[in-house]
């Protein structure tokens, strides 16, 4: 059985947020439905490639608790951190 590689997923709702704790990055374009269109693409090659993908919900409050106990700021690196835990069941 492969091990499915994490994917960060965001709510509508939810997207200005975490825009607003991760400004200026290529990775969160400025509409929802621009993150979601590109997003849907990426998996959609990686799965092509065989590559397993599980969606993991950010909740931006969860998300920037995680960043603030760790010292860390909010970036694409570390949300990669934090969805990476949260697929392996870590409390982030």
């Known amino acids: ?9 965001f709510e509508r709702d939810d997207y200005e947020r975490v825009r607003r704790l991760i400004p200026n990055d290529r990775h969160i374009p400025d509409s929802f439905d621009e993150w979601e269109q ?11 490639r065989g590559i397993s993908i599980r ?10 608790v995680f960043c603030e106990v760790r010292g860390m ?8 951190t934090f ?5 392996r069941g870590g409390n982030a």
């Open 1 to 9: 059985m492969k091990s499915a590689i994490p994917f960060y997923w």
């Open 73 to 80: 700021s909010p970036s694409i690196a570390t949300l990669g």
């Open 38 to 48: 590109s997003a849907i693409k990426q998996i959609a090659q990686l799965e092509a």
């Open 83 to 87: 969805v990476m835990e949260r697929l």
């Open 55 to 64: 969606k993991i919900m950010v909740d931006p409050q969860e998300y920037s």
